[in-house]
């Protein structure tokens, strides 16, 4: 009877921990786990690097593409769903870095037929794929992506939001291993 603790202090203690803020910081309840598992929150920052102005180009200033920054939102803003990643501003700041480097409309090699009701007439529409290029990047790890969707910038932006989860998933505890301490 002397080693049972009394119910009444492990209910405090259990009311008292979860909520603390040095127990909680980094860490989130998993959705893939089972229950009351909790897991490292990984810091990443999604940025587009801008241009290098007139000593890269001979003087000349290249304007920043829009369709960057655009994707850059978005893809910022489809990982801000996630539970287990914290947006940080800069790439110093994170475990894991996006750079968006750039993206295109590229002809995806299909061929749609439009017949519009009434008219009789036949049209041949070229299909297209939305192409973004990112970079993720951690300490001592640089890899390329491609997100790519049929139609919407938003689709090839969650092409790259999977695929970066997905390796967050698969390389967690070692993301956690390299943060300074």
Not at 37 to 43: C, E, N, V
Not at 139 to 149: D, E, F, M, W
């Amino acid at each position: 009877m002397k080693n049972v603790i009394p119910l009444a202090a492990v209910l405090l203690l259990a009311s008292i921990l979860p909520t603390s803020p040095a127990f909680s910081a980094d860490l989130h309840p998993s959705p893939n786990e089972p229950a009351g598992k909790l897991i490292d929150i990984i810091r990443v920052c999604v940025y587009h690097k801008k241009p290098r102005h007139k000593s890269d180009s001979g003087g000349y200033v290249e304007p920043v593409p829009k369709g960057a920054e655009d994707s850059v939102k978005d893809i910022a803003g489809l990982l801000a769903d996630d539970p287990t990643i914290d947006l940080m501003k800069m790439p110093a700041d994170a475990d894991v870095s996006i750079d968006v480097v750039r993206r295109q409309t590229r002809a995806s090699g299909s061929t749609s037929f439009i017949i519009p009701e009434g008219f009789g007439i036949l049209a041949l529409v070229q299909g297209t794929r939305r192409v973004i290029f990112a970079t993720l990047r951690a300490p001592g790890y640089t890899k390329h992506l491609v997100g790519q969707a049929p139609a919407l910038w938003t689709d090839a932006a969650q092409d790259v939001v999977d695929q970066v989860e997905q390796w967050i998933n698969l390389n967690r505890k070692v993301l956690v291993s390299k943060r300074p301490l």
